[in-house]
């Protein structure tokens, strides 16, 4: 079994809607959290970033963390073509001193004009 | 601001062969890691170095490596070359308190 566990996808909305992107994870030492988006023949971008639980807001973006479930989310809300792309989960046990990001699979996503 | 840079965008070898990678990281950043993507895999972790030490190592075979240099630049080396290691090879820096951030990547093909 995998470190985390990620929907590889692909999925597909309208324009507009509203996008949930899910991880899960078996590691209960993983404290910060984030979100990669990664365009096609580009390196990965940093999207959100969250440290143990809790919720943060970013614009359009909000990312959720549920470290009792082990669970964390992406939420898009007013999903445009232009975030199309894959978005990776990525997760590590500590941010000051050696750093090693374990990644999700990655959920393709597309949105349709 | 400038980003993380790598060299060469693409490379194509053979196998059997050796391969130099490099990483450029954001200025001030002191830690710089290698990840290596492939579809099967996905995003795994290679190794990270700050201020010229290697702090933490990957599951991966010995046949890879890497350095970093005084300026914070860093290099990975493939020894012997085998098909399977086709991949796009990410470079990530960071200040070590923050997040990191990756670079364009070396997609290397091996045939």
């Known amino acids: 079994q995998k470190e985390v566990e990620q929907d590889p996808g692909p999925l597909s909305v309208p324009e507009g809607a509203i996008v949930s992107l899910n991880c899960t994870y078996s590691?209960?030492?993983?404290?910060?959290f984030m979100w990669y988006r990664q365009y096609s023949r580009k390196g990965p971008e940093l999207l959100m970033y969250?440290?143990?639980?809790g919720n943060k807001e970013d614009g359009r973006f909000t990312a959720q963390v549920d470290k009792s479930s082990k669970y964390i989310s992406l939420f898009i809300r007013d999903s445009q073509p232009s975030d199309s792309a894959t978005y990776l989960c990525a997760m590590s046990e500590a941010l000051r001193g050696a750093q090693k990001l374990v990644f999700g699979q990655g959920t393709r996503l597309t949105i349709n004009p | 601001k400038a980003g993380v840079t790598q060299t060469p965008r693409y490379l194509i070898k053979t196998r059997g062969q050796q391969v130099t990678l490099s990483c450029s990281p954001i200025s001030g950043h002191r830690s710089v890691s290698w990840y290596q993507q492939t579809p099967g895999q996905g995003l795994q972790f290679l190794f990270e170095y700050f201020s010229e030490t290697q702090r933490n190592k990957g599951n991966f075979p010995g046949r890879f490596s890497g350095r970093q240099f005084s300026n914070s630049r860093s290099e990975m080396n493939v020894s012997t070359l085998e098909l399977g290691d086709s991949a796009l090879y990410l470079c990530a820096s960071s200040k070590n308190t923050d997040t990191q951030y990756f670079g364009p990547g070396t997609r290397l093909t091996v045939l």
């Open positions: 969250t440290y143990s639980s």
């Open positions: 590691n209960s030492a993983f404290q910060y």
